[in-house]
């Protein structure tokens, strides 16, 4: 309760101080697939979201979180996500780190995770990024979870952005470990002179000995606020959180 208390205190500071940040607040809606020992499984997860971020000097800030709910055939939870970052930003570059935490009601899964995280520029109109994170997660059993993520964002025009990432990770739990794979691509545009922006994604996520894969897509709708176009509003709010292994399954990116 406390965990969510602070979101929705986070949410209503977006809301209520646009002009001392950029941000954005947002819904979204997934699909999700889990294949886990030949047995399918889909889910539909709708999610509310937000995040906005700030700087003084070299200094650099970004909070974010999300909070929503996802239903399957027998049942279905709630949960949210809630992640901070902090990091020295270099003009062409930004290198931080990043805490986040995220519970799966009902006892679904629960991730903890922090690590560190940079951002560069190759170009005016691209950047490449990686992450690597631990922490712990809980999905049947508790497992030690490390990933390694590394992607690329390109901006086609001011107000259109598209991205991808490949990751590989390892989980260890239950006497044994097994290692993990992940990709994703995703899109952002913004067509109208209004600030809100349309967001598309794919995301899949392996663990081959364990026969255990998750593919999910999403689609959403933001609220941009602060001024500026999508490159700007990225450039306040870099980092997207990283995810442990409870919620690269469930399709919580």
């Avoid at 001392?20 to 809606?29: D, N, P």
């Avoid at 992450?131 to 107000?159: C, H, K, Q, R």
Wanted: glycine residues 16%; hydrophobic residues 40%.
């Amino acid at each position: 309760m406390k965990k969510t208390a602070l979101l929705a205190a986070a949410a209503a500071m977006m809301m209520a101080s646009p002009a001392a940040a950029q941000g954005y607040l947002g819904a979204e809606y997934g699909g999700t697939n889990i294949d886990f020992f030949g047995t399918d499984t889909d889910g539909d997860r709708w999610e509310g979201e937000g995040a906005f971020g700030w700087n003084s000097g070299s200094f650099g800030g970004q909070i974010g979180g999300s909070f929503g709910n996802i239903e399957f055939d027998t049942d279905d939870a709630d949960y949210f996500n809630l992640n901070g970052h902090l990091y020295w930003d270099g003009g062409a570059w930004k290198v931080g780190v990043v805490a986040a935490q995220t519970e799966v009601d009902d006892g679904n899964g629960e991730d903890t995770t922090y690590g560190l995280e940079a951002m560069f520029d190759t170009s005016p109109n691209s950047n490449i990024f990686a992450a690597y994170t631990m922490g712990e997660s809980e999905f049947l059993i508790d497992w030690d979870v490390w990933n390694f993520d590394a992607g690329v964002n390109f901006y086609a025009s001011p107000n259109m952005r598209v991205g991808g990432f490949v990751g590989t990770g390892n989980i260890d739990g239950g006497g044994g470990d097994a290692d993990s794979f992940s990709f994703g691509v995703n899109g952002e545009f913004q067509p109208w002179s209004a600030p809100v922006s349309i967001t598309l994604g794919w995301n899949s996520f392996e663990v081959e000995d364990l026969d255990l894969e998750s593919n999910a897509f999403t689609v959403g709708a933001r609220w941009n606020f602060g001024g500026g176009t999508l490159q700007d509003r990225n450039n306040a709010t870099p980092f997207s959180a990283p995810t442990g292994l409870a919620s690269r399954l469930y399709g919580i990116w």
